[in-house]
């Protein structure tokens, strides 16, 4: 079973994640901050993962530390769940439309983490989140789950369609690389023979 749970508890915020790649797309999302339930939820269906996310946060000084523990407790979880990386294809893309909007987004699940994130927003926050959050949140995520990602927005003029076509482009992505290639049995994904 490709599963993991993992909590995280500061004197910001306590963060409880439960994962199974293999799952259905069951999301049981209560974060506090509204829009991360929405994209988080949009992360499980179109990813195909069971996602369950439990998160107290200081958020009466600010939700950035929720966000931001989020994102890292999710890659913890990724990164456990895909144990030593056997057998999986490794690496996918996704182009999402959401409307006038289309991302892209591009990841290896290479053991090392690197993020890339261009988009231009064009207002200061969506729902209660700053839009600055959106790239530190997926750079988060990319140290945690040690893979290289590289998200973009080639066009939009709503930041609500940016944002979610970004998650949804990140959930199919996820889903690729995560699967398991049944030519690759047993073995990892790399001339070193490990990740």
């Known amino acids: 079973m490709r599963i993991a749970e993992i909590i995280r508890?500061?004197?910001e915020t306590r963060v409880e994640i439960k994962l199974n790649l293999d799952g259905s797309g069951?999301?049981?999302?209560?974060?506090?901050?509204?829009f991360l339930d929405h994209m988080l939820t949009h992360l499980a269906v179109h990813g195909l993962f069971d996602l369950a996310v439990q998160a107290q946060g200081d958020l009466h000084v600010d939700i950035h530390?929720?966000?931001?523990d989020?994102?890292?407790?999710l890659g913890q979880a990724f990164d456990r769940a895909l144990g030593d990386r056997s057998g999986i294809f490794r690496m996918g893309d996704c182009f999402?439309?959401?409307d006038e909007t289309l991302a892209h987004v591009a990841l290896d699940l290479s053991g090392r983490p690197y993020?890339?994130?261009q988009a231009e927003w064009h207002s200061p926050a969506v729902g209660n989140i700053p839009t600055s959050l959106f790239p530190h949140f997926l750079e988060s995520f990319a140290v945690t789950a040690r893979c290289n990602l590289h998200a973009r927005v080639l066009y939009g003029r709503d930041d609500h369609h940016q944002a979610e076509a970004l998650f949804k482009a990140l959930?199919?992505?996820?889903?690729?690389?995560?699967?398991?290639?049944?030519r690759r049995i047993?073995?990892?994904p790399s001339t070193k023979g490990s990740l």
Do not use: F, K, W
Request: glycine content about 8%; charged content about 15%.
């Open 9 to 11: 508890q500061t004197n």
């Open 26 to 34: 069951r999301p049981e999302i209560a974060t506090g901050v509204g």
């Open 65 to 68: 530390h929720t966000v931001e």
């Open 70 to 73: 989020v994102a890292l407790v």
């Open 96 to 98: 999402a439309p959401m």
């Open 115 to 117: 993020a890339v994130i």
């Open 171 to 182: 959930a199919r992505t996820l889903d690729t690389a995560t699967q398991i290639d049944a």
């Open 186 to 188: 047993g073995s990892v």
